[in-house]
């Protein structure tokens, strides 16, 4: 899978605007989030949508979650949300 270009991206603003209003989170490159120093959240686009990946734990494991429809990119949010919350893993 490819990384998003910042065309999709932009297909996707309203998802992206809301990720930039999260507290926590910092934007190092278009799509590419960080959380403190560590990488926390990209996305990869292919033929059947937008996908992010999300650092779920301590080891740097990422999970690969579907962000296509209105419904996925909410979840995505509240995932983003609970995990900004809770203690970061060191």
């Given at each position: ?5 910042e065309?999709?991206?932009?297909k996707?603003s309203?998802?992206f605007d ?19 120093s560590?990488?926390?959240?990209h996305?990869h686009?292919?033929?059947?949508g937008?996908y992010?990946?999300l650092r779920?734990d301590?080891?740097?494991?990422f999970?690969r ?6 419904v ?11 995990a900004l919350?809770?203690?970061e893993?060191?």
């Amino acid at each position: 899978m490819l990384h998003a270009t910042e065309s999709t991206l932009a297909k996707y603003s309203a998802l992206f605007d809301s990720l930039r209003a999260l507290n926590g989170l910092i934007e190092k490159r278009p799509g590419v989030f960080y959380r403190q120093s560590k990488a926390f959240l990209h996305f990869h686009e292919d033929p059947t949508g937008l996908y992010a990946d999300l650092r779920v734990d301590a080891n740097g494991d990422f999970a690969r979650i579907r962000a296509e429809s209105w419904v996925e990119q909410s979840t995505l949010i509240e995932t983003i949300s609970a995990a900004l919350t809770a203690p970061e893993h060191r």
